[in-house]
């Protein structure tokens, strides 16, 4: 599975550093025209352009300088703000997903000065970029980004590093920072927004993975220095991934306090989480909760679990982990007379099919548009999909080399374990 990770640990992130990783990474300069384009033609702008130029940051490594030129006419207010950004988003054809993605965004800077056209730009941009390149579809995680110390100045006074805005978005998503002796403001509420809605979790170790590519970001001369490292990678083969297994046994907590807990987990990152009804001391009945995760996050989960739960011992077990090749892909099915593009994901184990699952996402999504049980929809769908796996045997096969028999079904296919 395809993975990215962004490391803003010593440069910090702001919208346009950001950005400019992402062009380094994917080598592709002028793929933000269109975006541009679209920015021009808001009319908020006398003149909106970028250059995207890669100079060298050392005898080892180049980067990438993104240069915005905007000048603006006038201030918009919030709602025309969202307005402007979400037309842009749908002119450039951004994927649900990654318009989702802006609007969470732009749900974190309503109390932030900005300027419209640049935030615009880099907001929709980053979503842009990870959108054609199909990172979405696979795993993106963070470093903790440095925050920087200086001082804010206030009605009531001055407040030290962090910025109360920047610090505000990294709370409201439980966010991790670091802290480092610069006299800048490393990482801004739009770099902090991005950063939380685009992360599936942050990450103290870099995971095992094979390293793809790398891209660097830096800022302009004059303004707070740092590369911003992004490192595309894939996970490593099935039987190379070894995980932790958290345990603890809870015989007084209620199912509610059980329940939120498990929600903090998979927040947090954990891979799995579930709970076995058991005997303790004395008979009484006890809570077993189970937390399947990566070793990096042991400790944050470990903290997690005795906060929520308030239990005083918790077992630690590694073991090695045998996963199934997973692929994600958008495939058209029909229901109800009508196509629709759904995601499936197929798992394979020595390179034949085990399993075949359409996305819950959308065929709920279905459901609501048809006005149709739920598993109705699921069984169009899979009979559209053994179809379709037939047609493709036959065509590689040709007629006499017989049909696969089907894979196990949405309804009855086990959870990732």
Same mark, same amino acid.
């Given at each position: $599975?395809?993975?990215?990770?962004?490391?803003?640990?010593?440069?910090?992130?702001?919208?346009?550093?950001?950005?400019?990783?992402?062009?380094?990474?994917?080598?592709?300069?002028?793929?933000?025209?269109?975006?541009?384009?679209?920015?021009?033609?808001?009319?908020?702008?006398?003149?909106?352009?970028?250059?995207?130029?890669?100079?060298?940051?050392?005898?080892?490594?180049?980067?990438?300088?993104?240069?915005?030129?905007?000048?603006?006419?006038?201030?918009?207010?919030?709602?025309?703000?969202?307005?402007?950004?979400?037309?842009?988003?749908?002119?450039?054809?951004?994927?649900?997903?990654?318009?989702?993605?802006?609007?969470?965004?732009?749900?974190?800077?309503?109390?932030?000065? %900005?300027?419209?056209?640049?935030?615009?730009?880099?907001?929709?941009?980053?979503? %842009?970029?990870? /959108?054609?390149?199909?990172? %979405?579809?696979?795993?993106?995680?963070?470093?903790?980004?440095?925050?920087?110390?200086?001082?804010?100045?206030?009605?009531?006074?001055?407040?030290?590093? *962090?910025?109360?805005?920047?610090?505000?978005?990294?709370?409201?998503?439980?966010?991790?920072?670091?802290?480092?002796?610069?006299?800048?403001?490393?990482?801004?509420?739009?770099?902090?927004?991005?950063?939380?809605?685009?992360?599936?979790?942050?990450?103290?170790?870099?995971?095992? $993975?094979?390293?793809?590519?790398?891209?660097?970001?830096?800022?302009?001369?004059?303004?707070?220095?740092?590369?911003? +490292?992004? $490192?595309?990678?894939?996970?490593? *083969? *099935?039987?190379?991934? +070894?995980?932790?297994?958290?345990?603890?046994?809870? /015989?007084?907590?209620?199912?509610?306090?059980?329940?939120?807990?498990?929600?903090?987990?998979?927040?947090?990152?954990?891979?799995?989480?579930?709970?076995?009804?058991?005997?303790?001391?004395?008979?009484?009945?006890?809570?077993?909760?189970?937390?399947?995760?990566?070793?990096?996050?042991?400790?944050?989960?470990?903290?997690?679990?005795?906060?929520?739960?308030?239990?005083?011992?918790?077992?630690?077990?590694?073991?090695?982990?045998?996963?199934?090749?997973?692929?994600?892909?958008?495939?058209?099915?029909?229901?109800?007379?009508?196509?629709?593009?759904?995601?499936?994901?197929?798992?394979?184990?020595?390179?034949?099919?085990?399993?075949?699952?359409?996305?819950?996402?959308?065929?709920?999504?279905?459901?609501?548009?048809?006005?149709? *049980?739920?598993?109705?929809?699921?069984?169009?769908?899979?009979?559209?999909?053994?179809?379709?796996?037939?047609?493709?045997?036959?065509?590689?096969?040709?007629?006499?080399?017989?049909?696969?028999?089907?894979?196990?079904?949405?309804?009855?296919?086990?959870?990732?374990?």
């Amino acid at each position: $599975m395809k993975i990215l990770i962004v490391d803003p640990g010593c440069s910090g992130v702001d919208g346009s550093i950001l950005l400019a990783s992402l062009i380094d990474l994917t080598g592709e300069p002028r793929a933000l025209d269109p975006l541009a384009g679209a920015i021009r033609d808001l009319g908020i702008c006398r003149e909106f352009r970028y250059e995207a130029e890669r100079v060298g940051a050392g005898e080892e490594v180049a980067a990438t300088l993104l240069s915005i030129t905007a000048r603006e006419e006038g201030a918009m207010a919030g709602d025309d703000f969202q307005e402007a950004c979400m037309a842009v988003a749908d002119d450039v054809g951004l994927s649900p997903g990654a318009r989702d993605r802006v609007s969470s965004v732009l749900g974190d800077l309503t109390a932030v000065s %900005f300027r419209p056209a640049e935030t615009i730009f880099s907001v929709v941009g980053t979503m %842009f970029l990870l /959108d054609r390149a199909e990172f %979405f579809e696979g795993t993106i995680v963070a470093m903790p980004p440095a925050l920087g110390a200086t001082i804010t100045r206030t009605d009531c006074g001055d407040i030290p590093g *962090p910025a109360p805005a920047t610090l505000a978005v990294l709370t409201r998503h439980r966010f991790p920072f670091a802290s480092v002796p610069a006299e800048a403001d490393l990482t801004t509420p739009v770099g902090a927004a991005l950063l939380a809605a685009i992360t599936e979790r942050s990450i103290s170790l870099y995971p095992a $993975m094979t390293p793809a590519r790398v891209g660097y970001g830096i800022r302009p001369s004059g303004e707070p220095t740092g590369l911003l +490292r992004v $490192m595309e990678g894939e996970s490593l *083969p *099935p039987g190379e991934d +070894r995980v932790v297994m958290l345990e603890t046994n809870l /015989d007084d907590t209620s199912g509610e306090v059980i329940g939120y807990t498990i929600e903090r987990l998979f927040a947090e990152g954990a891979a799995d989480v579930f709970v076995t009804p058991a005997l303790g001391k004395k008979n009484r009945p006890v809570s077993v909760v189970s937390v399947m995760a990566a070793a990096a996050d042991e400790n944050r989960l470990i903290r997690i679990l005795m906060e929520e739960t308030g239990t005083l011992g918790v077992r630690v077990r590694e073991f090695r982990k045998v996963v199934a090749d997973r692929r994600k892909e958008t495939v058209p099915v029909s229901v109800g007379g009508r196509e629709y593009p759904i995601r499936v994901k197929t798992a394979s184990a020595n390179g034949r099919p085990v399993a075949e699952k359409p996305e819950y996402d959308d065929l709920a999504a279905i459901a609501r548009n048809r006005g149709i *049980p739920l598993r109705l929809v699921g069984d169009e769908v899979r009979l559209c999909l053994s179809e379709r796996r037939r047609e493709r045997t036959a065509r590689e096969g040709g007629a006499g080399g017989g049909c696969p028999p089907d894979l196990p079904s949405a309804a009855n296919t086990a959870r990732d374990g």
